[in-house]
């Protein structure tokens, strides 16, 4: 019936033979500017950018500067936006804070202007320090929640803690819109897809940082099968991910290591009921497009199920209705995206990846034969009448 593809504070620093005026060219080399992009999540398409102005206007900024063995913020919170045109942040798509409603970035960082991210308050590179760390998050805040921690030697940005913790179950799913699920893939428009870049120890040049996800992106397409042929509608009514992992913090371990501790469960739910078959047809559209923390699913059962019983982990429920008849039926979830994971072991949704179910719904019809059983011979009777 189905098939599973598994698929605070700023300042600057010194600075030395700096120049009157926003255009001197001096000014301008010795000013640190960033650029930023996104390494793609895994298992995607040619939809998956690698700019981060697709995702975000804005990133926030920490970094300090070492001087005399004395380290000192340079940045603490700041954002810095992406802006195509020399304009305010408002004007800009994404939209940005930075230059949110007065002022754009030739006003301070000279002409002629260059497609790129800004700040405001130029800060210099100082030609004393023996070296910078620069750290960077995204999306923007300007209240964290929760808050981040980072401070200086640090290895990268946490987020939260074991008292504070992101409900990621208030998270978007870009699936539905006006109720109905949609056949294009989305990327963009989430709540908070977190990416965090590796920590930059660039001096004197512009500082680029390459952004990771840090969160699994989870899809599920439903279509009909293909050898399905009634003529009855054919109306999907619910789809159920239950268990997953609810609320969590972030302590950085590496890009590519899950750092999220987690605790609590619930459900991504779709009830909306729509047609596979009728004129207007969702086959082939995705139900589920939304971010689930990256977590490590325990096989508990093998096998479709007709209710919850063994069904102790996460797993896929799905209800159907053809004419007047309903379907129902549950499946393991480690054993939908890996059967030949046995009971007791685990399936991995890795950090920075994106993970899609493909459905395929439509049950065997039943058929019929017929032949009939001869008549069973019995030996003649012979009989004389006189």
Not at 28 to 36: H, L, N, P, Q, V
Not at 199 to 222: D, E, G, P, Y
Request: aromatic residues 14%; contains cysteine.
């Amino acid at each position: 019936m189905i098939v599973a593809a598994a698929v605070l504070f700023a300042a600057c620093s010194s600075n030395d033979l700096i120049n009157d005026g926003p255009d001197n060219a001096q000014e301008k080399d010795s000013a640190i500017g960033f650029a930023a992009y996104s390494s793609k999540t895994t298992r995607a398409d040619d939809e998956n950018s690698t700019s981060l102005q697709k995702f975000y206007g804005t990133f926030d900024v920490y970094g300090w500067k070492t001087v005399n063995s004395s380290h000192s913020p340079v940045f603490s919170h700041v954002p810095v936006g992406y802006f195509a045109t020399d304009g305010t942040g408002a004007t800009q798509t994404p939209s940005t804070v930075v230059y949110e409603s007065s002022g754009k970035p030739s006003d301070e960082w000279g002409s002629p202007f260059e497609v790129g991210w800004y700040y405001e308050d130029v800060r210099y590179w100082d030609r004393t320090a023996t070296a910078y760390q620069f750290f960077a998050i995204a999306p923007y805040e300007a209240v964290p929640a929760p808050a981040l921690t980072v401070s200086v030697g640090a290895d990268n940005i946490n987020i939260g803690s074991s008292s504070a913790k992101y409900d990621i179950s208030t998270e978007k799913n870009l699936a539905i819109v006006s109720t109905k699920p949609i056949k294009d893939k989305k990327y963009f428009g989430f709540n908070k897809d977190y990416m965090l870049a590796d920590k930059s120890t660039t001096q004197n040049a512009k500082v680029t940082f390459n952004f990771h996800h840090i969160l699994t992106k989870f899809n599920v397409k439903i279509t009909k099968q293909d050898t399905y042929t009634g003529s009855q509608a054919l109306v999907v009514k619910d789809i159920k991910i239950a268990n997953l992992a609810k609320n969590g913090y972030f302590e950085y371990s590496g890009m590519t290591t899950n750092g999220w501790k987690t605790s609590d469960t619930y459900s991504l739910q779709v009830t909306e009921d729509c047609s596979l078959n009728e004129t207007i047809n969702y086959s082939e559209c995705y139900w589920i497009q939304t971010l689930i923390f990256p977590q490590d699913i325990t096989c508990a059962a093998k096998g479709l199920k007709s209710n919850t019983d063994g069904l102790t982990n996460e797993y896929l429920y799905v209800k159907y209705s053809i004419g007047s008849e309903v379907f129902e039926a549950y499946y393991d979830l480690a054993d939908v995206f890996d059967p030949a994971v046995a009971v007791g072991e685990t399936y991995s949704f890795a950090q920075g990846s994106e993970y899609t179910l493909n459905l395929k719904i439509g049950p065997e019809p039943i058929k019929f034969d017929a032949q009939v059983t001869a008549w069973e011979v019995v030996a003649d009777v012979n009989y004389s009448v006189n």
